[in-house]
């Protein structure tokens, strides 16, 4: 079993094994006409539960042939043009390369002694990324799992930098749309059930700041302390921005951290044509980024970034056996005493490989990219009125629902979308998501693939409409 340990003696099996498994991904990527094949839970569960554990089959190769039947033929690619549903963005080369040579180093991001190199590196990226953002020369950061992990650390900071009696006086202010990973950290950091203010948003689902400054008002007259405001960079639903230079300055008038949740719109700070879209965030306490939604990097790959390091001492430890503190005075860089996690993977190493072969603009003119093609969709959508659409894009989401000339009940209407949703699914043709708003059903495109054309929206608004009509007629069948 030695045979199997990545070590000097088995650098060939290494190479052979790792091509292997390669060219099985490549050969896919190559043959797959569809997103998706529609398979169901039910199909492909017995699959997975008829393997036995306990009966391994010794051989690279059977594994391989196997993975095909319980894996690589059903899932879903988010390189396909036609996957169009979550923030799941197609990958680019070099990032993948990097992936495959930090699992195999196996670096721990943890400690300068588990890692040497890569923490140097880490470092620079974060650099680089607060450069970006325009932080300042005091910023800092550390690479996390993911924007909801970032979001919980910016807000552990935030909370330790209020100045409070209890923590039942603490009051967290993000909008309406923000993402619900805030309501979760604020649970885990143990503020009470009412801690978030939930902030309305205008038409375009841009937090209004009017109400904002009468909440925060509201707040200090009630003697309670205004803890964090987490402006959406990029809402998860709508990719609407929230206006940060107006949230900066009353976070400056209430003496209150601002957080930038930048995870879906953080690909503007590579952009060459809508950097702008995002100013006023060079004016956040904190920001998270998710390199592994808008950087087209593989999951995952996140950050969070603050605008002074002093504040990283709030998530700071210190154990004998790992980063003394003597380490400190003796300018050891461990990356651990600014992270949440221990054991950390090198998945700074992904973005590295990627500026150094393609560069910043190389990833931003993708970016760039994705948010004309939402552009070309919203013409599209307006002008068509099979559809309602509900925002103009701001990043690259697209928001609507199929509106049938014939039908005016809104639940029957839900029940066409939800449908059309569901059936688009099964049939592995094209993935799209889904959302409510005001009450009602509506489907989305999250699109972050530079390959997806016009054409392609076009033909899965065609699909859609069809798949609606058939529930409406089977509906008006069944009715009669
Ligand atoms: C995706 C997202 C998150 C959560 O990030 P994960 O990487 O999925 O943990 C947080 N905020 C916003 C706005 C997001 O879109």
């Given at each position: 079993m030695r045979s199997h340990l990545l070590n000097d003696t088995t650098a060939e099996s290494y190479r052979r094994s790792v091509t292997e498994g390669i060219e099985r991904v490549a050969a896919k990527l190559a043959t797959t006409t569809r997103p998706f094949t529609g398979i169901t839970v039910d199909a492909l569960?017995?699959?997975?539960?008829?393997?036995?554990?306990?009966?391994?089959?010794?051989?690279?190769?059977?594994?391989?042939?196997?993975?095909?039947?319980?894996?690589?033929?059903d899932a879903v690619y988010f390189h396909h043009p036609r996957y169009l549903a979550h923030l799941n963005c197609p990958v680019v080369i070099p990032a993948?390369?990097?992936?495959?040579?930090?699992s195999a180093v196996n670096s721990s991001l943890d400690t300068w002694d588990q890692s040497a190199?890569?923490?140097?590196?880490?470092?620079?990226?974060?650099?680089?990324?607060?450069?970006?953002?325009?932080?300042?020369?005091?910023?800092?950061?550390?690479?996390?799992?993911?924007?909801?992990?970032?979001?919980?650390?910016?807000?552990?900071l935030a909370r330790e930098e209020a100045k409070a009696d209890t923590t039942a006086e603490l009051r967290v202010f993000a909008s309406e749309v923000s993402h619900f990973s805030v309501k979760k950290s604020a649970k885990l950091l143990g503020l009470g059930p009412d801690a978030v203010v939930s902030i309305p948003v205008d038409q375009d689902k841009r937090m209004h700041t009017v109400a904002l400054a009468r909440e925060?008002?509201?707040?200090?007259?009630?003697?309670?302390?205004?803890?964090?405001?987490?402006?959406?960079?990029?809402t998860t639903d709508f990719g609407s921005i929230d206006p940060l230079p107006e949230i900066a300055e009353l976070c400056e008038q209430y003496g209150t951290w601002m957080h930038v949740d930048a995870a879906y719109g953080c690909g503007l700070?590579?952009?060459?044509?809508?950097?702008?879209?995002?100013?006023?965030?060079?004016?956040?306490?904190?920001?998270?980024?998710?390199?592994?939604?808008?950087?087209?990097q593989p999951v995952s790959s996140s950050a969070v970034l603050v605008r002074d390091a002093s504040t990283l001492r709030h998530a700071t430890y210190h154990a004998e056996y790992l980063n003394p503190r003597r380490m400190v005075q003796e300018r050891i860089p461990?990356?651990?005493?600014?992270?949440?996690?221990?054991?950390?993977?090198?998945?700074?190493?992904?973005?590295?490989?990627?500026?150094?072969?393609?560069?910043?603009?190389?990833?931003?003119?993708?970016?760039?990219?994705?948010?004309?093609?939402?552009?070309?969709?919203?013409?599209?959508?307006?002008?068509?009125?099979?559809?309602?659409?509900?925002?103009?894009?701001?990043?690259?989401?697209?928001v609507f629902r199929y509106i049938p000339a014939s039908v005016t009940d809104p639940a029957e209407i839900d029940r066409a979308n939800l449908y059309a949703r569901k059936a688009l699914f099964a049939s592995g043709d094209a993935v799209v998501a889904g959302t409510k708003v005001q009450g009602r059903h509506y489907l989305k495109f999250t699109l972050l693939n530079p390959e997806t054309t016009?054409?392609?929206?076009?033909?899965?608004?065609?699909?859609?409409?069809?798949?609606?009509?058939?529930y409406l007629g089977e509906s008006l069948d069944r009715a009669s």
């Open positions: 569960s017995p699959r997975i539960d008829a393997i036995d554990l306990d009966k391994p089959l010794l051989d690279t190769t059977a594994v391989l042939d196997e993975l095909e039947d319980v894996y690589l033929r993948v390369l990097g992936e495959a040579i930090l190199g890569g923490t140097l590196i880490e470092r620079k990226l974060i650099d680089w990324t607060t450069a970006r953002i325009g932080l300042g020369p005091v910023a800092d950061g550390v690479f996390t799992s993911g924007g909801t992990q970032s979001n919980l650390q910016a807000l552990l925060l008002e509201r707040c200090r007259r009630e003697g309670l302390v205004p803890m964090a405001v987490v402006a959406t960079a990029g700070l590579a952009s060459v044509k809508y950097r702008d879209r995002i100013d006023g965030i060079e004016r956040a306490d904190s920001v998270t980024v998710d390199y592994h939604k808008s950087f087209f461990n990356q651990v005493d600014k992270s949440l996690q221990t054991t950390r993977r090198f998945d700074a190493l992904k973005l590295w490989m990627t500026l150094r072969v393609m560069g910043a603009d190389g990833i931003g003119r993708l970016f760039d990219e994705v948010c004309d093609l939402a552009a070309e969709g919203w013409k599209l959508l307006a002008a068509d009125p099979r559809f309602d659409v509900v925002v103009a894009p701001s990043l690259s989401t697209l016009v054409e392609d929206m076009s033909v899965v608004l065609d699909l859609i409409a069809g798949h609606a009509e058939q």
